[in-house]
């Protein structure tokens, strides 16, 4: 069980407390038996136990201030043991505050010094009284005594503590009055209350107190922008009335300028002279205010402050910015005009009309601008775009402001022009024309076709082919003869040309380009077979078999120059190849029969005698021109004979068939003209070509 009871500190001994007997309901006679005993959880016995009464009583002086301190509650703890049967109760003695201690201050005496020029509202504190006291016993409030010059005000701590200060109403004149006598209370909340005195001795203190005053509160000034290091800005003038070192006036730049400020300005401490030491940008302040103080030398100083007004005028100082919003370096050559190809910012720093930017690009260039809006220009393709006629583009944008002189920028933007495929491949020649010899070696290369094509990259790879198409024979496909490299364009034969079967070909080549879709062209190719000399002259009369002679008949009357025959020979070449000449190679008798070069007729030379042979045998060899020169042989035997009627008949026969090889002789000279001649065209063609 516990049981709780309330007592004033400094009770006298003996002092009542509680009845615990009353308080547990025991008889005070079992209390007795029981042995009570009070046990203190503190080292000083404060109370005591009458075991005949049952009442508690206090034994010593209680302080409450010395028990707790400031604490707001204070309590005592008891305990009693009683025996038979063993049992303990706990007495709890609240010792409540009564007001036995006035405030205190820490002396007697308070000495100030102040200046007679302090300012107005100058708050001087006082050390506070102390009290031990708690609640309303300790200290509320002070009071100071009547006087003209000062006010007390009492700060409070949110713990509750007072704090006293003197405040400055009235100015002081230490001329009039050089000491101020006052008196502070403190006072408690007791009652009745209790207080203390602290008396406060002021020593007003001479000052310098006269200030420097500036001829006039503030100052104007005006600067070009970049003025040079040194330029004096303006000159400042302050006056002390007083005396020495009160009167010796020092400038400076306050503290309130900010230390961008300090570094643009500076001023002479002596002459006051204000000069720019660092750089003036308009773009960057366009007006500066400097804070200035003057102060004097005397203890305290005394200053005083005014302000300079700088304006700073715009010169054109700036050239216009050139910024892209958007741009693109790669463009199609296929783009319609009016494509916008970058987005461009101006912009310039300088104020008015040097801060009004124009951009302008070369006329010459296939882009122009376009003014969206102030400040903003588009880039565009005025005309149509080539990139084979030129590929690549360095625009040069120039922006310039109004100012005078104006200032100017250029900034260059490559532009490259994407390829599309919009050329077709292009053949060196529109046709092309090629003297081949027959018999030429497979594979050979008879011509290489050659195309260009502006294009570039994959629109410009090349392909070649041949097409199918009608030749002298229009049944002719070129090519199961020729082929062609796709990417070299040579021309090669897959067989040997006989110039006898074919003496002209032509074809087309076609080439495309890599594009999609591809372009295409085509040329012509003229192939004209070349005559080699590779056919011995035929004898086409007389007939003969490989080991027999032809024979003829005369007669021994026979008179030169009679035709005795004609050799009619043909060879398959043409031209000089097919030239041919006969010549008597062997004769049984020389000088009896000759042979016509050209004609390969056989005439009798002279009269035939008695003495010639009855049988002669002619070899004669037909010879073509070529180079080398072929040939063939053929053998003639005349039989010299007397004939009868019908022997001459026979005779007349052979001569009515030597009358017809004039004849062969006319169509064999014919055909040999017409072969001769298609060969001399060619020729001439291609030596036009040539040229």
């Known amino acids: 069980a516990q049981i709780r009871y309330s007592i004033p500190e400094e009770l006298t001994r003996g002092a009542f407390v509680g009845n615990i007997a009353k308080d547990l309901g025991t008889d005070v006679a079992k209390l007795a038996a029981a042995n009570l005993q009070v046990l203190s959880d503190s080292d000083s016995q404060y109370f005591s136990v009458n075991v005949n009464t049952g009442v508690i009583m206090v034994s010593e002086r209680i302080d409450r201030e010395q028990l707790c301190g400031q604490n707001p509650r204070c309590f005592l703890h008891l305990k009693l043991a009683i025996e038979n049967p063993v049992e303990f109760y706990r007495i709890e003695v609240e010792i409540l505050d009564i007001n036995d201690n006035p405030p205190e201050f820490p002396g007697d005496e308070v000495s100030l010094r102040i200046y007679e020029l302090a300012s107005l509202g100058a708050r001087f504190p006082i050390q506070p009284a102390q009290d031990p006291d708690v609640g309303t016993n300790t200290l509320q409030t002070y009071h100071l005594s009547a006087n003209e010059n000062f ?135 366009t007006v500066y205010e400097i804070e200035v103080e003057a102060k004097d030398m005397g203890s305290p100083t005394m200053e005083e402050h005014c302000s300079v007004v700088v304006e700073i005028t715009d010169v054109n100082d700036n050239a216009p910015e050139v910024i892209l919003t958007s741009f693109s370096s790669s463009l199609s050559e296929d783009a319609p005009p009016g494509t916008v190809v970058a987005v461009i910012h101006v912009r310039d720093r300088d104020s008015g009309e040097q801060g009004k930017v124009q951009c302008h690009v070369s006329p010459d260039l296939p882009f122009q601008l376009r003014k969206d809006y102030e400040h903003q220009y588009s880039l565009l393709t005025s005309t149509r775009l080539d990139r084979e006629h030129v590929a690549y583009y360095n625009v040069t944008v120039s922006a310039s402001d109004l100012g005078s002189p104006p200032l100017s920028r250029h900034t260059i933007l490559p532009i490259a022009l994407a390829d599309v495929n919009d050329n077709a491949p292009q053949f060196e020649q529109e046709s092309y024309e090629v003297l081949v010899a027959e018999n030429n070696p497979v594979g050979s290369v008879l011509v290489t076709v050659s195309a260009a094509d502006p294009d570039s990259e994959q629109n410009s790879r090349l392909s070649y082919s041949i097409l199918r198409a009608g030749g002298t024979d229009p049944g002719l496909d070129p090519t199961r003869y020729l082929s062609i490299h796709p990417t070299s364009g040579q021309v090669s034969a897959k067989f040997p040309f006989d110039y006898e079967q074919t003496t002209y070909l032509q074809f087309h080549v076609e080439v495309s380009d890599g594009g999609s879709p591809a372009l295409r062209n085509r040329t012509l190719v003229h192939v004209f077979v070349v005559d080699q000399n590779d056919n011995a002259p035929q004898v086409h009369f007389p007939r003969a078999g490989e080991d027999s002679a032809t024979q003829f008949r005369i007669s021994p009357s026979t008179t030169p120059p009679a035709l005795i025959t004609k050799v009619v020979a043909i060879d398959a070449d043409s031209g000089r190849n097919a030239w041919l000449s006969y010549h008597l190679v062997e004769a049984t008798v020389p000088g009896l029969f000759s042979v016509a070069l050209r004609s390969g007729e056989i005439r009798i030379t002279r009269a035939l005698q008695e003495t010639d042979a009855s049988a002669h045998e002619l070899l004669v060899v037909v010879r073509d021109a070529g180079e080398p020169p072929l040939s063939t042989a053929v053998t003639l035997v005349v039989l010299v004979e007397e004939k009868g009627p019908e022997a001459l008949q026979g005779s007349e026969a052979q001569a009515a068939d030597g009358g017809g090889l004039p004849t062969i002789t006319l169509y064999l000279i014919v055909s040999l003209v017409l072969i001769s001649t298609v060969s001399l065209v060619g020729l001439a063609a291609l030596g036009v070509r040539c040229l």
């Open 151 to 285: 006010n007390l005000n009492v700060k409070a701590r949110t713990d509750g503590g007072k704090f006293p200060e003197l405040v400055l109403e009235r100015a002081l004149d230490r001329e009039l009055r050089a000491f101020h006598h006052l008196v502070l209370t403190a006072e408690d909340g007791g009652s009745p209350p209790q207080s203390s005195k602290t008396h406060i001795t002021i020593q007003v203190l001479d000052a310098n107190d006269n200030h420097p005053v500036f001829d006039r509160p503030s100052y104007g000034a005006r600067l070009v922008e970049n003025s040079p290091l040194g330029t004096l800005v303006v000159k400042l003038n302050a006056t002390d009335v007083d005396e020495g070192p009160n009167g010796d006036i020092r400038y400076s730049l306050s503290s309130h300028n900010s230390a961008a400020l300090r570094q643009i300005f500076a001023i002479d401490e002596q002459t006051g002279e204000i000069r720019v030491q660092g750089n003036l940008d308009f773009e960057e302040a």
